[in-house]
């Protein structure tokens, strides 16, 4: 019997990973937010354990991610891959991250913003940067996310993307 009870966990850790995808593709949604980030309590049916585990692996595969394109783009051009993440997103712990972040998300006013900007914000606290650059990156966040939501109402995904592609591509020096 002790060999299934240390599975479960595990076993329901996947399936409810594998449902919240469906959830966002039902809301037609570019980020988890804090609306995602509470309804992790929910899916996890109020145990803590796997809401911690849930939330942790959440933020482990962001900072995977995140790793892997600094690495690809690393090994193209150093310069742009240290100018596009030079945000410390790992300097807490997962521990202390997922902490700090329902401590951020307990604002009703913060709720609309993207688990991976609340990272960036999270570990920005725990750095001790000062107030007011802290306050001036979340408004920048709220101002981005705003208006990329705004932009999604008139244009479809691929028309953004083929817009911002031809900015890049005109910034770009002729050969």
């Known amino acids: 019997m002790k060999k ?3 599975k479960l966990p595990i076993l329901i850790l996947i399936l409810v ?7 966002g593709q039902q809301q037609n949604r570019l980020f988890w937010d804090g609306g995602d980030w509470k309804r992790v ?13 849930i939330k942790a692996a959440y933020i482990n595969g962001v900072l995977d991610g ?15 891959a240290d100018s596009i993440y030079a945000e410390t997103i790992d300097y ?3 521990r202390e991250l997922v902490r700090s972040i329902n ?8 709720v609309y913003v993207p688990v991976a900007s609340a990272m960036i914000i999270a570990n920005m606290f725990g750095e001790r940067i000062p107030l007011k650059i802290i306050d001036a990156y979340v408004q920048q966040t709220k101002f981005w996310i705003n208006d990329l939501l705004l ?9 953004l ?3 911002k592609h031809e900015k890049h591509r005109e910034k770009q020096p002729q050969n």
């Not at 995140?66 to 742009?80: A, C, I, N, P």
């Not at 401590?103 to 913060?110: H, I, K, Q, V």
């Open 161 to 163: 993307l083929e817009e």
């Open 66 to 80: 995140r790793l892997f394109y600094y690495l690809k783009t690393w090994s193209v051009e150093q310069g742009l």
């Open 41 to 53: 309590n929910q899916l996890a049916e109020g145990s803590q354990v796997m809401e911690y585990r």
């Open 17 to 23: 990973l594998i449902r919240m995808p469906l959830f």
């Open 92 to 94: 807490l712990s997962p």
């Open 151 to 159: 932009r999604l109402d008139e244009h479809s995904p691929a028309e």
């Open 4 to 6: 299934y009870s240390t």
């Open 103 to 110: 401590n951020f998300y307990a604002d009703p006013l913060m």
